[in-house]
């Protein structure tokens, strides 16, 4: 078989993504194996590829790979989620680019369009996650607007009413007027603003005198219905009882206390606009106060305003603090800083705003959540994620499942024309139920009007570990029973609340048991300069083109060299170079080994098989690391120590101890036990670099149907020899010493040298005397009981190497470098044994790291007396 003279990346992928999708090898079905089961994190239909996604889905594809090559049955659910909120936007800008106005369509006309738009733009994410290597079970590809995910939603909606859980009334929800709907808390983000406070006059209402407030949002006080002040104010005690008139308006408002009143804000008064600000909502509740909604669903102001009606929030605020400065109501104005919530799907500014909204009831739901979190039963990657997780559970507020759009899950609420209302699946079944509980009304079909809004986007995806394998309308069927609850979730920590909680929630809900037991958290990806990467920033990178430029396996590899659970990962597209060098060093390796000419007549060399000794201990000590890092999700310290036994110990190291000269041939005990290590080295980096080490796996070898590394059994860690590995490293340290006394002395490789070994109390090993000589083109090794004259020396752990001297060595230029180094490790002795003498650190230092500072003084009293011993051979 010729193998080509560079890795082709590109080939390679797409051969080995097609050839593991036509035998079938990412499927899973239920059977007697144990199931090792992920669910995507569903990606918005709306979105294409980030740097966020790679870094995730690259995780859970190194975990799925992983379990596939244990034997275990090995299920990635795929799927999308339907996003209401930004799909809708985006068919609504389609729609409008076409001049069709959303408000002029039928509800069933503009689902078939948002149908449309799905169709044709939904899968790209899905497609550019093959591209990454994605080992997906593509059969099971989900997406939240599915017949059986639909159906489920509703299903637990109405479960959750008829328990008592989900209630419709009126409160202050984070209004998004560019979205035209309500979104949760934490899908509102605060950015720091420089505003303005406006410091306004208030007149008394029937008297002489005025009452100065503090705001940044001058255009609501058209709605303000009160000024309050702290009841232990002296600064306003002539104004409790009073009544002021609101600027502009002439509104007469109450004068309040209360002491939820921040004396030192501001002036210490505030205004009070109950139907746009949370904290004014419930002090208007609390003291009966008149709630005026002055904005409109699209933040124009409403009628109610009377002034400025149907112009814009922010250009009102311009306006009004105008008209306010002519009419001497601004008392000052003063720079500010503050912080302005966002909606997280649209960047408009949120308006609080009261609405009739459909709520769920959360603190019933929280505590179990809580305890299998405290307990570990499911147990977070890093740990500390859990304060947060605390924090929000014991914090809980219902949650606003209600939204103001046509694509998603419409509420299965029905109302009759009698204001009351019924809760049922479908029309059909509203209409029958209807009939039963007033059948004074003759009711038929077009008398029931179904309820507009849809549940939020996340009311469908807190129940996806369950839906995909359709356990909400199906409790007891053999998938459900089989695949969940699933073994690990991949996802960022941003989502804990939206998703991670919600979950597990449901999980113990409906199934009485955890939805997963490992959450990985992923960090940020950000770049150089420690900015989250953003399409807004410009700053991040096309992860296709990456692909296309270093290739799946490299980017992989890119991604996860930095990628520790929990912390930030600071990506740099070198990082990527770096995983292309390796599967180039790889590649090369291959070509070297598959280069070889056998020799069955040959005998194994007492070197080579002195390097298989050594490689099978230190093979085995590296996936005890490896399996360790696992365990504890580490897997960027899995991954090091893969790429650390691949380049030093065995591309560096082991190939250089078993090789043979130019045009010799190897004998087949060595060579057999080279390939094996390279399948090996290719089974353990597989889940990291799938591609490279299945292209690799059939060059290594010829295979028979299904012999794939995709479906190999992956090594289990064995009982190694640590003494191999100590003598090893002892003698690593001599090669390099030899090597850099070669290069410092101009000494060059092609001329064989001799080298003496100055014996010590302990008896000597000579283990690995064989490949000192070749690493090191020794001709001799020698044990001697002095030094050697007219050579050079180095010392290494005590023990004292002598090489002679090349008969052109300029002896003068020798004695002013040993000079300079006896100079410097005479100071550095002085400040070793300085410190030794310090009773306070040697009794207060950990036993340990005394013993290094000892260790040290030996060392450089060894080397002291070697240098001394090379100067006077020298002087001779």
């Keep these: 078989m010729e193998i080509g003279s560079k890795y082709n990346p590109k080939s390679i992928e797409d051969k080995w993504y097609k050839h593991w999708m036509q035998q079938g090898y990412f499927h899973s079905e239920p059977d007697e194996r144990e199931p090792f089961t992920i669910v995507i994190p569903p990606p918005n239909v709306t979105g294409v590829l980030h740097m966020g996604h790679m870094l995730n889905n690259t995780i859970q594809d190194v975990l799925v790979r992983k379990a596939r090559m244990e034997g275990k049955n090995a299920c990635w659910v795929p799927g999308t989620d339907h996003a209401s909120i930004a799909t809708e936007a985006k068919v609504v800008n389609k729609l409008k680019a076409e001049g069709i106005e959303k408000s002029k369509l039928s509800r069933a006309d503009f689902m078939k369009h948002a149908w449309e738009w799905r169709d044709k733009h939904g899968g790209i994410i899905l497609e550019q996650l093959k591209k990454l290597g994605a080992s997906c079970d593509w059969e099971r590809t989900a997406f939240t607007m599915d017949e059986s995910m639909y159906e489920s939603v509703i299903d637990v909606f109405i479960d959750l009413y008829e328990k008592g859980l989900i209630y419709r009334g009126v409160r202050m929800v984070n209004w998004d007027p560019q979205a035209l709907t309500a979104v949760s808390d934490e899908e509102v983000i605060y950015k720091e603003l420089n505003s303005k406070l406006y410091y306004i006059r208030y007149k008394l209402d029937g008297e002489s005198g005025s009452l100065t407030i503090a705001t940044t949002r001058p255009e609501t006080i058209l709605g303000d219905t009160a000024l309050c002040v702290h009841p232990d104010d002296e600064r306003f005690k002539a104004f409790h009882g009073k009544k002021v008139l609101v600027p502009l308006v002439n509104r007469a408002v109450p004068v309040i206390v209360d002491e939820y009143v921040d004396r030192e804000f501001g002036t210490g008064a505030l205004k009070i606009t109950p139907a746009h600000d949370l904290n004014d909502y419930h002090l208007g509740i609390k003291h009966k106060l008149e709630i005026i909604d002055i904005f409109n669903d699209n933040g124009t102001l409403s009628e109610a305003a009377t002034l400025y009606v149907g112009q814009d929030r922010f250009e009102v605020r311009k306006a009004i603090v105008k008209q306010l400065q002519e009419e001497g109501f601004i008392e000052k104005i003063e720079d500010y800083t503050n912080k302005v919530g966002y909606s997280e799907r649209t960047d408009a500014v949120i308006e609080p705003k009261l609405s009739l909204q459909w709520f769920l009831k959360m603190e019933a739901f929280a505590k179990p959540a809580l305890e299998v979190v405290e307990s570990d039963e499911v147990l977070f990657h890093p740990l500390k994620l859990k304060n947060s997780y605390r924090h929000w559970m014991e914090n809980v507020k219902d949650w606003c499942i209600s939204r103001q759009l046509w694509w998603g899950q419409q509420i299965p609420v029905y109302y009759l024309p009698n204001n009351e209302m019924v809760v049922a699946k479908s029309a059909a079944l509203a209409l029958e139920k209807a009939r039963v509980q007033f059948p004074e ?300 006394l070669r290069a410092d002395k101009n000494m060059p490789y092609r001329n064989p040298i001799e080298l003496a070994v100055k014996k010590s109390m302990a008896e000597a090993d000579k283990s690995f005397d064989g490949i000192v000589a070749k690493l090191c083109n020794i001709s001799e090794i020698s044990y001697v009981e002095e030094a050697v004259d007219g050579a050079f020396g180095f010392v290494a752990r005590s023990t004292e190497f002598f090489v002679p001297a090349d008969e052109n060595v300029n002896v003068e230029a020798e004695l002013e470098k040993l000079e300079q180094e006896l100079n410097y490790t005479k100071g550095f002795l002085k400040g070793v044994k300085k410190k030794l003498s310090n009773e306070r650190f040697v009794s207060g230092a950990p036993a340990e790291v005394v013993d290094r500072e000892r260790k040290k003084m030996h060392d450089a009293d060894a080397r002291i007396q070697v240098i001394e011993q090379q100067m006077a051979g020298l002087k001779k």
Excluded at 454 to 471: K, R
Aim: proline letters at 6%; hydrophobic letters at 45%.
């Design 441 to 740: 009304l003759n009711l038929n079909a077009d008398d029931l009007k179904q309820d507009p809004d849809v549940v939020d986007t996340w009311f469908s995806s807190w129940l996806w570990p369950i839906s995909v394998f359709d356990g909400i309308r199906k409790p007891d069927n053999p998938e459900i029973n089989y695949y969940y609850p699933t073994n690990d979730l991949v996802t960022a920590p941003d989502i804990i609340f939206f998703w991670v909680a919600r979950m597990i929630m449901a999980g113990m809900e409906y199934r009485k048991e955890i939805p997963f037991k490992n959450v990985y958290f992923t960090g940020i990806v950000r770049d150089k300069l420690g900015r989250k990467m953003s399409k807004t920033l410009g700053n991040s990178p096309d992860p296709i083109d990456l692909i296309e430029e270093f290739g799946a396996d490299g980017v992989r590899m890119g991604m996860l060299l930095t990628a520790p659970a929990g912390n930030d990962l600071p990506f740099d597209p070198s990082l990527c170079e770096q995983g292309r060098n390796f599967s180039n060093k790889i590649w090369n390796a291959m070509r070297l080994v598959k280069g070889w000419t056998v020799d069955d007549t040959l005998d194994q060399p007492e070197t080579a098989a002195t390097a298989i000794r050594w490689f099978e201990a230190r093979f085995n000590q590296t996936l005890l690391e490896v399996e360790d890092s696992f365990a504890k999700y580490r897997l960027s310290d899995a991954l090091m120590a893969i790429y650390k036994l691949i380049w030093d110990d065995f591309c560096s190291w082991y190939l250089e101890m078993v090789k043979t000269g130019m045009d010799q041939p190897l004998d087949r005990k060595t060579y057999q036990a080279t390939i094996l290590y390279f399948e090996n080295l290719m089974k353990v980096l597989h889940p990291f670099m799938p591609f490279i080490t299945e292209e690799i796996w059939h060059l290594l070898a010829e295979r028979t149907l299904n012999d794939d590394l995709i479906v190999a059994r992956k090594p289990v860690a064995k009982v190694f020899d640590k003494e191999v590995l100590a003598q090893f490293e002892y003698a690593s340290e001599v090669i390099l010493a030899v090597r850099k």
